[in-house]
């Protein structure tokens, strides 16, 4: 077990419609990363989120966007969904402060949309 | 641009026998090296990591090597062991005004080890 939890575990949805995929860093995380890996790809770095701000950008599209609660929770809002949008998207945190640190993943959320 | 390159997508080796899994980067200003393993319908693991000062790290079964002039990096493991049939992921990040900075990944070698 990370420590890294992301809800729901699988989620199936319509072209057009909106999600919000959930992550809980590990405890003292306050760097929360989020991740898609498409098919069997790699995994491509969306956006970082630090102590609630965003701190690093990669590509993610317009219509994606991620927030950092107060509590370091986050949240990964994807709109109005493309049958491409189809993925496994992966939260992880990072401890802060020391220069060579790991990320935790969390098990991922896989989303289907049909 | 892809910054961080595995160029097998996949190895077979015997049980037993040494897997080595290879990963090139073309970003200079990257310093710290790590080896992820996945499983299916799992997140990816940390497995080991080798900082730039380094050009070896050890931990049990599993060494990194780096070869920074090369810009490449290596995972051996011996001896190879059917659990560790996974994808591996090679990731590397930038150390960038004192914080915690974003792992940039290959695309993963699937490793499969067979008896």
């Known amino acids: 077990d990370s420590g890294v939890t992301q809800t729901p575990k699988h989620l199936i949805t319509a072209t057009g419609q909106r999600v919000t995929l959930r992550c809980s860093p590990r405890?003292?995380?306050?760097?929360v990363y989020w991740y898609q890996q498409s098919l069997d790809q790699g995994l491509q770095f969306l956006i970082q989120y630090y102590n609630g701000e965003e701190r690093a950008k990669g590509n993610i599209l317009e219509r994606f966007s991620a927030q950092q609660f107060p509590d370091l929770h986050s949240e990964l809002n994807l709109s109005s969904l493309e049958l491409g949008d189809s993925a496994l998207y992966f939260c992880?945190?990072?401890?802060?402060?020391?220069?060579?640190?790991?990320?935790?993943f969390g098990q991922g959320t896989r989303l289907t949309v049909v | 641009d892809q910054q961080v390159k595995q160029n097998s997508p996949s190895l077979s080796v015997q049980e037993g026998r040494i897997s080595i899994l290879n990963c090139d980067y073309t970003?200079?200003?990257?310093?710290?090296f790590l080896w992820y393993k996945k499983y299916p319908a799992e997140g990816p693991t940390f497995l080991i990591s080798?900082?730039?000062?380094?050009d070896k790290n050890e931990d049990g079964r599993f060494t990194v090597f780096l070869n920074k002039s090369a810009k490449h990096l290596s995972l051996h493991i011996v001896p190879s062991q059917p659990g560790d049939s996974a994808v591996y992921f090679c990731?590397?990040?930038?150390?960038?005004?004192?914080?915690?900075?974003?792992?940039?990944f290959g695309t993963g070698t699937r490793l499969q080890v067979t008896l």
């Open positions: 990731a590397a990040s930038a150390w960038n005004t004192g914080t915690a900075s974003k792992l940039t």
């Open positions: 970003n200079s200003m990257f310093d710290y």
């Open positions: 080798i900082s730039s000062i380094k």
């Open positions: 405890s003292g995380d306050l760097s």
């Open positions: 992880a945190s990072s401890e802060e402060g020391r220069r060579n640190t790991e990320a935790f």
